[in-house]
């Protein structure tokens, strides 16, 4: 079975804490991507990736960072975690330079105090 | 920018049919369809390149019509198993990551 596994499922921080979301997937796909969900928002892009060593913004990176040093795993990162951090982060990967269905974990809880 | 989803909610019965729709402002490559049931990932359901194309996988199916730049998602006698919220995500241009609207909320009850 294909899986995108997300390391932590549930996380509670303070503010001005660095969290780090790791995401791997064992597919082998060149092209990883995260995600934010709020309620009434949907998901929104933060930051991808399509090659090892690559990072591109997506449209919400302020207050993120990125880390791809291995094909099989992206790393998201919050350098100093604010309460409008809150929220539901998903991974995904897929296949690259052909459309294809994206493969999501199963997501990240991340509450700020 | 996001493609625009409607409805915003939905709640049907167990054998009545529900349309889906998105749209976008921006000539699509593809679009896609997604189902989340709640505390679960996304899952895909399927994808429409350009061209007109009608996708169909079991009592669901989708439409992509280039001209409008409009999808609309059919699901047919549904079942309890429909409920959760559904997702479309756009592609603009080729090999973009995709935006996705903010979703349609299904509920089926028996």
């Known amino acids: 079975d294909v899986k995108v596994t997300q390391s932590s499922r549930y996380l509670v921080k303070r503010t001005g804490e660095k969290v780090f979301l790791e995401c791997v997937q064992d597919m082998d796909h060149e092209n990883m991507f995260w995600y934010r969900q709020d309620p009434g928002l949907g998901l929104r892009l933060i930051y991808f990736s399509y090659d090892v060593k690559m990072k591109e913004k997506g449209d919400i990176p302020e207050g993120y960072s990125v880390s791809r040093e291995k094909k099989e795993r992206f ?12 929220s539901m982060y998903l991974c995904a990967s897929r296949q690259g330079t052909i459309t294809g269905e994206l493969f999501f974990g199963e997501g990240s809880r991340l509450t700020v105090l | 920018q996001q493609p625009v989803q409607s409805p915003q909610a939905v709640i049907l019965r167990e054998g009545e049919d529900a349309v889906i729709n998105c749209s976008s402002s921006k000539a699509l490559y593809s679009v896609h369809w997604y189902r989340q049931k709640h505390g679960e990932a996304p899952v895909f359901l399927m994808i429409l390149l350009k061209g007109g194309e009608q996708k169909g996988h079991d009592k669901i199916s989708a439409s992509f019509n280039e001209k409008k730049q409009q999808s609309s998602l059919y699901l047919t006698a549904s079942q309890l198993s429909y409920s959760g919220t559904y997702f479309c995500g756009t592609e603009f241009p080729r090999n973009t990551p995709l935006v996705f609207g903010k979703g349609t909320r299904l509920s089926v009850i028996a």
């Open chain 1, 75 to 86: 790393s998201l990162i919050l350098e100093s975690a604010s309460t409008n951090q809150t």
